[in-house]
């Protein structure tokens, strides 16, 4: 089992910036690779960012391109998603995930986190 805990959600006005960190515990942190979905009021959940175990290979949604930026420190345990020039449609819930694999799609990840509410207002 691996835990995800996410945080550094909240109220930002557009252009604003906010950084995410999802802290695992559990199971070797480093065996997973992590992704970033996002889920609106009456949207399906969508892939925001992923990143390999090994930190080499990171893949943006093209919503999310050049202003996202998805890190991870496995000393720590945690994933980071750094969220600059934001946009009202980025207002979501977050989500931080963990996969045995490498993919983009929900059903690909094992494990996830409760979420984290970012607001972007006008």
């Known amino acids: 089992q691996v835990q995800l805990v996410e945080s550094g959600g909240g109220l930002v006005q557009a252009g604003g910036s906010l950084r995410l960190s999802c802290a695992a515990s559990?199971?070797?942190?480093?065996?997973?690779?992590m992704g970033w979905f996002r889920q609106a009021p009456g949207k399906e959940r969508e892939f925001v960012t992923g990143?390999?175990?090994?930190?080499?290979?990171?893949y943006y949604a093209d919503s999310v391109k050049a202003r996202f930026t998805i890190s991870r420190d496995n000393a720590k345990n945690t994933v980071y998603l750094q969220m600059n020039s934001l946009k009202p449609e980025d207002t979501a819930v977050y989500y931080c995930?963990?996969?045995?694999?490498?993919?983009?799609?929900?059903?690909?990840?094992?494990?996830w986190g409760q979420g984290t509410q970012v607001t972007v207002s006008s």
């Open positions: 990143i390999s175990r090994g930190d080499t290979r990171t």
């Open positions: 559990g199971r070797t942190f480093s065996h997973y690779a």
């Open positions: 995930a963990a996969s045995s694999k490498y993919g983009v799609v929900p059903r690909e990840y094992d494990y």
